[in-house]
């Protein structure tokens, strides 16, 4: 069955003339519409612009100017601008949105030869961890429907999870990318900051977002990085010569790489059966003579309290854009044009939005601004000096992605402050600008364990290459969910 293979095996049999692109669309397709509204995975799909995606792609590789995954079609994440595709953010106030214009990854992978298969829900503008604040439905967790898939990129990593999609893209503010990863089994990677163009990603947090692939195996995620990433003039932050090459991939072991372990991603607020997991990998990783250290970083345990103000301050300033003047429907009642404003974003914002939009205003505000923003800052740059001072001596830092394992639907939703601590592993890479990536490395009670690793800043190529040798290393890594 196609659907069951790897992206890079599709692409294998497509450039064979073993299967076409329009059969592997067409088959994607099928798996949707049968399985997605038990998984509430996509929001929006488009069988016949995708089929036309298809064909085209079919025409490119005909005539030899087939990218890598050339006819491997991708699920997109809704906060990425899809020109003719309506691009939500999983929001009330950008329903029937459709962008003019397409997202610069959107814009490579159609390039490359790679169908979008559809546009997959999300926590409202990427605010959450569970994927169950968007405003127009939940998504469910392959491996349990009664479990989350995590957030904000839930929609991406159950869709690669279940088989709908052989590839996703999300997006990683502070953790959206790989903490939805572990918790469905797949491998999620956050490249490092600017090396991904955010050109057409609607603007959570400025300083900390981050596109990046979701895919079965880390092969999969370093082809789709290699076919998304390089500098982009249409993004201030976008890094010269940034393009993540995949070939060196699969020419390295782990013999004699070094990894640290920091004290504080060990603690106790781990589930045990968490630590348990990620604890036999290392001594299986140690086995292939990798070697590890401890290390401590103290900065780490302020890391959520200083994400959580300085990504609410930079979506206070980003999310005044939406008033209902620009984009999306406006409210008909209110006094005049304060008053309409004030009921669009009212209307619009779900709670989530709303609580963060407030946090970030205040922290903002005249006579607050030093005591939280200016501080949180000084934390953030404290943190980075101190994850450079660990890179001196090791290749990579490893620890659990998520703390749990995927958690019931409705669980956490009541304790915020608990979704938020879920991120507590992945906000350092974050703050840091360094890339991540999450895999499966165990089960705790028939759910999967996500391992992360982060490497320096512009280390992405050898962060891979570690990543794929880790996973070859790891018995469990490519098992997959009881999916019909």
Known sequence: MITRLSAAEIAREIAARKVSAVEV???CLGRIASLDEGYGCFLKVDADQTLAQARAAQA???SGEAGPLAGVPVAVKDNLSTEGLETTCASKILKGYVPPYDATVVSRLKAGGMPILGKTNLDEFAMGTSTENSAFQVTRNPWDPTRSPGGSSGGSAAAVCAEMAPLGLGSDTGGSIRQPAALCGVVGFKPTYGRCSRYGLVAFASSLDQIGPLARTVEDAALLAEVVTGHDPRDSTSLPDSTIRSDGLKKSSLKGVRFA???????????PGVLEQVQAAIETLRREGAAFGEVSMPSIVYGVTTYYIIAPAEASSNLARFDGVRYGPRAEEGAEHVGVVERTRAEGFGHEVKARIMIGTYALSAGYYDAYYLRAQQVRSRM??????VFQGCDAILSPTSPVVAFKIGELSKDPLALK????????????????????CGFSGGLPVGLQLVGPAMADERLLQIAYSVEQALPEAHRRPPVP
């Open 421 to 440: 601590l879920l991120d507590y592993c992945t906000i350092p890479a974050n703050l840091g600008g360094n890339p991540g990536v999450s895999l499966n």
């Open 261 to 271: 372990l920091p004290k504080e991603l060990f603690s106790d607020s781990n589930e």
């Open 384 to 389: 980075r000096r101190e994850m450079d001072a």
């Open 25 to 27: 669309a067409q088959a």
């Open 60 to 62: 490119k590789i005909d």
